[in-house]
């Protein structure tokens, strides 16, 4: 698992990765163990909170609104949640912010890219995998809440 600095609280903000754990990318294709199924019941909790934060809301709103709504959701789940986590970049063995973060961390399991636009496009399947490369998780979840039905939203990222 890898090492955060802490923040308060169940749903601290603004934590961020060590550069020691980041990923090393040159493996990325090699042959990696199955999902965790905790990891795996970690996702089915996340996916239904997504469920009950479109059903109350619907489509339409921003996306920092079914932010802190999904968050409300998961922790009372009893999850324990990471928001806007920073996420430095390791490029020539200098490690660089460059002001990535990722919307969610959930268990420091699964990585959670919110959005709210008319379509997921292949470059926003492209931002979760690059940063699950980057910070060594192995399970994302892409969530569009402008979505007519919320499962034509959600898509599932393994790397």
Not at 34 to 63: N, Q, Y
Request: charged share 25%.
């Amino acid at each position: 698992m890898k090492t955060w600095r802490s923040g308060a609280g169940p749903c601290s903000r603004g934590s961020a990765i060590s550069p020691e754990n980041a990923v090393d990318r040159k493996d990325t294709k090699a042959p990696r163990e199955p999902i965790p199924t905790e990891t795996d019941e970690v996702a089915s909790k996340i996916v239904d909170a997504a469920f009950a934060v479109h059903k109350a809301l619907g489509p339409g709103l921003l996306e920092s609104v079914y932010e802190v709504c999904l968050l409300h959701e998961l922790n009372k789940r009893g999850l324990k949640v990471e928001r806007q986590v920073l996420l430095p970049v390791v490029y020539d063995n200098l490690r660089l912010d460059a002001g990535l973060r990722l919307d969610l961390v959930v268990e420091k399991r699964v990585v959670v890219e919110l959005k709210a636009v008319e379509v997921l496009l292949p470059v926003h399947t492209a931002q979760l995998l690059t940063y699950l490369k980057l910070s060594g998780y192995r399970l994302g979840l892409l969530v569009n809440f402008n979505s007519a039905l919320i499962k034509q939203g959600i898509k599932r990222i393994v790397l």
